[in-house]
């Protein structure tokens, strides 16, 4: 039982590459949630999925895609990447709305 | 709107030395709060969640909070504070209109031998 896994772990882009990050969780939860982390705004919402089959945007929104693969996976994508998307990605699923998020262990990404 | 509000960015204790993060928050109902450590280039673990019922709860790793709702507080403390305490602590709070959890910013906590 792994909770929820994200790779890759590390990534470096050069601005207006493309790259999916990918999110995958074993506890059989509906929702799941992307998030970024930046150094003093502690963690936004980028995209979440109530279920399988549902996406919608959160705060910060603009220049990514979701896809709810299945009710295991939820990807996050970078269409073409921009320095401002320098970050670190956490996927987490909670067991039900506002409760206890498991997080998994995050993506650093790198814009140059 | 919801938030959530660590009124210090950094904290520097030292070993043995006890300790308190402070956390306020603004929601309408009773909130769900939680706190969670990071410690560098990790991701988030859960410490210690407030539903209900007891306003002080227990966590992991020896740490406590305290739920204060005539503050809008839920501070994390710890009596004793070890090295390996050092990383950066966010509490949250489960009030996102879309079931997500708020964050605070974070207090980076830094430990003197």
């Known amino acids: 039982n792994a909770g929820v896994t994200q790779t890759p772990k590390f990534q470096v882009l050069k601005t207006g590459q493309s790259m999916t990050l990918q999110c995958a969780q074993d506890m059989n939860h509906n929702s799941m949630y992307w998030y970024r982390q930046d150094p003093g705004m502690g963690l936004r919402l980028i995209y979440y999925?109530?279920?399988?089959?549902?996406?919608d945007k959160g705060e910060v929104p603009n220049g990514y895609n979701v896809s709810r693969l299945n009710k295991r996976e939820f990807s996050l994508r970078l269409e073409s990447a921009a320095p401002s998307q320098t970050s670190v990605y956490f996927c987490?699923?909670?067991?039900?709305?506002?409760?206890?998020?498991?997080f998994g262990p995050g993506t650093r990404l790198t814009v140059l | 709107a919801q938030s959530v509000t660590q009124p210090d960015i950094h904290i520097t204790v030292s070993e043995g030395a006890s300790l308190e993060l402070r956390c306020n928050y603004s929601?309408?109902?009773?909130?769900?709060l939680f706190w969670y450590v990071q410690s560098p280039g990790q991701g988030l673990q859960l410490l210690l969640k407030?539903?209900?019922?007891?306003?002080l709860v227990q966590g992991i790793k020896g740490f406590e909070a305290e739920f204060k709702r005539s503050q809008s507080s839920f501070n994390l403390r710890k009596p004793s504070v070890h090295w390996s305490d050092a990383a950066e602590y966010f509490c949250a709070v489960g009030g996102g209109s879309q079931g997500n959890l708020i964050f605070g910013k974070g207090t980076k906590l830094s430990v003197k031998p």
């Open positions: 999925s109530a279920s399988e089959g549902t996406t």
């Open positions: 929601y309408g109902a009773t909130p769900y």
């Open positions: 407030y539903f209900s019922g007891d306003t």
């Open positions: 987490a699923s909670p067991g039900s709305p506002y409760n206890e998020q498991f």
